[in-house]
Nanobody, 124 residues
Framework: QVQLVESGGGLVQAGGSLSLSCAASGGTFRTNAMGWSRQAPGKEHEFVAAISSTGGSTYYSDSVKGRFTISRDNAKNTMYLHMKSLKPEDTAVYFC?????????????????WGKGTLVTVSS
């Protein structure tokens, strides 16, 4: 069983930057693909980014490509999401996810573990 804990959310002005972390425990972090999804108020979960178990492959949704960077440190059992040029429409609860493959995380149907989320609010 893998436990995922997000941190780093908060309030930021449009155009600003913010970094999120996801700390994993209780399992073999390095064997899991990881990713981030988000849910804005009144909207469905949206895939944001995914990274392979080794960190060699990354994927992004079109809405964040070029602005967000996903990375991981397997020695620290931690995944990161560096966000820049933030927009009000990026406001959402951001969730950390783990699964067998980046494809499963991207599609949402292959997620084995979820974090509880961290709120990111971007003011205009």
């Amino acid at each position: 069983q893998v436990q995922l804990v997000e941190s780093g959310g908060g309030l930021v002005q449009a155009g600003g930057s913010l970094s999120l972390s996801c700390a994993a425990s209780g399992g073999t972090f390095r064997t899991n693909a990881m990713g981030w999804s988000r849910q804005a108020p009144g909207k469905e979960h949206e895939f944001v980014a995914a990274i392979s178990s080794t960190g060699g492959s990354t994927y992004y949704s079109d809405s964040v490509k070029g602005r967000f960077t996903i990375s991981r440190d397997n020695a620290k059992n931690t995944m990161y999401l560096h966000m820049k040029s933030l927009k009000p429409e990026d406001t959402a609860v951001y969730f950390c996810a783990a699964g067998a493959s980046t494809m499963g995380i991207r599609g949402g149907d292959g997620i084995r573990y979820w974090g509880k989320g961290t709120l990111v609010t971007v003011s205009s």
